[in-house]
C-alpha cells in the first residue's frame, strides 16, 4: 500500500511564492522517484518537475525552469516544490506521483511523463489572481 500526499495549496497574488510539500507513505521497500504535474481548467494535464531518488537529476518544463525548484527532503519520502514568481498561468490543480523502483535499481533518473508513475495525490489547488 502506497498513499500519496500533497499540501501547501491556496491563493495568492501574481508574483507570490509558495511551496507545495508531497509525502509518500509506505511500507514496502521500494525507492520512489517524484514528480508533479498540473492541470488547469479546460486543460489536459502538464508535467511541471521530477526529480530522482538521489535527488542529483531533476528536470523542469520550459514554462516553470527558473521559477520553480524541486528538492526532496532528508527522509527522501518527501519532496517540495518551491513556486516563485507566480503568474496567473499557473494556476490549477497541482498533483504529485510516486514511481516504484526496485531497491537495486538506479537511483539517478526522474521521469516526465504521466504513465510512468505508479501513484498519485489527491491533488491541491493553486490558484494566482492577476
Known amino acids: 500500500q502506497v498513499q500519496v500526499a500533497e499540501s501547501g495549496g491556496g491563493l495568492v497574488p501574481t508574483g507570490a511564492s509558495l511551496r507545495l510539500s508531497c509525502t509518500v507513505s509506505?511500507?514496502?521497500?521500494?525507492?520512489?522517484?517524484m514528480g508533479w504535474f498540473r492541470q488547469a481548467p479546460r486543460k489536459e494535464r502538464e508535467f511541471v518537475a521530477a526529480i530522482s531518488w538521489s535527488a542529483f537529476t531533476s528536470h523542469y518544463a520550459d514554462s516553470v525552469r527558473g521559477r520553480f525548484t524541486i528538492s526532496r527532503g532528508d527522509d527522501k519520502m518527501t519532496v517540495y516544490l518551491q513556486m516563485d514568481f507566480l503568474t496567473p498561468e499557473d494556476t490549477g490543480v497541482y498533483y504529485c506521483?510516486?514511481?516504484?523502483?526496485?531497491?537495486?535499481?538506479?537511483?539517478?533518473?526522474?521521469?516526465?511523463?504521466?504513465?510512468?508513475?505508479?501513484?498519485w495525490g489527491q491533488g491541491t489547488q493553486v490558484t494566482v489572481s492577476s
Open positions: 509506505t511500507h514496502i521497500l521500494r525507492n520512489f522517484p
Open positions: 506521483a510516486a514511481k516504484s523502483i526496485r531497491l537495486e535499481d538506479s537511483p539517478n533518473y526522474y521521469y516526465i511523463g504521466e504513465y510512468d508513475y505508479d501513484y
